[in-house]
């Protein structure tokens, strides 16, 4: 860690900028930057594993699912993330306070008294219902070509979905996830408001010592360069993962059984 603060303020001196207050508080913003990807790191997965059921319910027959997962959805989507964050950490928060002398008996309150777990807790149910529209809109990319196929080789429907349809939605949905996780990235900076020192947090920290605007100007090249690692990373990862389809036939189709290759050609 400390090297890379090295390396990071001598380009940054190379370049032109005063170098002065970030010798000092240098570490700090790093750590920061490292309580981010931590929040993005836990926030991801939660969302995702609350996405699939969810987009399930949003392409179920039962319009009592369907219903409830598109007002999920609409919600979440519709209202501004610190809004919802603030929700949830001073609504919830009081609410647990009430409770404070059983979740003490518990051993639980050291988790409710930390507002690390109300940002985790509130980007996750933020982040699943972006997720599951994109993981509903692959899914609904599938030939219907596809699950025929799977049926006529007799296997479960959940076979079907598991091994067939989900393999191929999550490939087109590749792209639209990279998207999702820059926009959590950039979006976490508001946890610093439910007193978290990740990036945003610790440049107000600084800024309250040294009322240097200039930590600002930091802090938005830590996020340029975060971003643009993860986004170079996740083209490579996204480029090895769908090179089949580049050498695919001309003429061939996503998701497009042989015979309807050839029919075509």
């Known amino acids: 860690m400390e090297g890379l603060a090295s390396g990071f303020l001598w380009l940054a001196g190379a370049v032109g900028f005063d170098t002065g207050m970030m010798t000092t508080y ?17 926030t991801m997965p939660i969302g995702a594993a609350i996405a699939c059921p969810l987009a399930m319910a949003r392409m179920s027959r039962n319009p009592v699912l369907r219903n409830l997962a598109a007002g999920y959805i609409y919600v979440f989507r519709g209202t501004p993330q610190l809004a919802q964050l603030f929700l949830i950490y001073a609504g919830l928060g009081t609410l647990f306070l009430a409770c404070r002398p059983a979740l003490e008996d518990l051993g639980l309150w050291k988790y409710f008294r ?18 599951a529209e994109i993981l509903r809109g692959g899914i609904e990319s599938v030939a219907r070509g596809q699950s025929e196929a799977g049926q006529a080789l007799g296997l479960h429907p ?3 979905f598991r091994k067939i349809v989900l393999p191929q939605a999550l490939i087109v949905s590749l792209r639209p996830y990279g998207n999702e996780l820059i926009l959590v990235i950039k979006g976490s900076s508001v946890a610093s408001l439910a007193t978290v020192l990740d990036v945003m947090g610790q440049t107000r920290l600084v800024f309250s010592r040294t009322y240097d605007f200039e930590v600002y100007l930091w802090a938005a090249i830590i996020y340029l360069v975060t971003v643009e690692a993860i986004r170079r990373l996740w083209d490579a990862m996204e480029n090895r993962m769908t090179r089949h389809l580049r050498h695919a036939p001309i003429g061939a189709k ?8 050839a029919a075509a050609a």
């Open 26 to 42: 240098g570490a700090k913003m790093i750590a920061g930057c490292g309580t981010t990807l931590l929040i993005v790191v836990l």
């Open 114 to 131: 930390e507002g690390f777990y109300y940002v985790i807790f509130a980007f996750s149910l933020n982040t699943a219902a972006y997720q």
């Open 158 to 160: 959940a076979q079907i």
């Open 254 to 261: 996503a998701g497009a059984m042989p015979g309807e290759t």
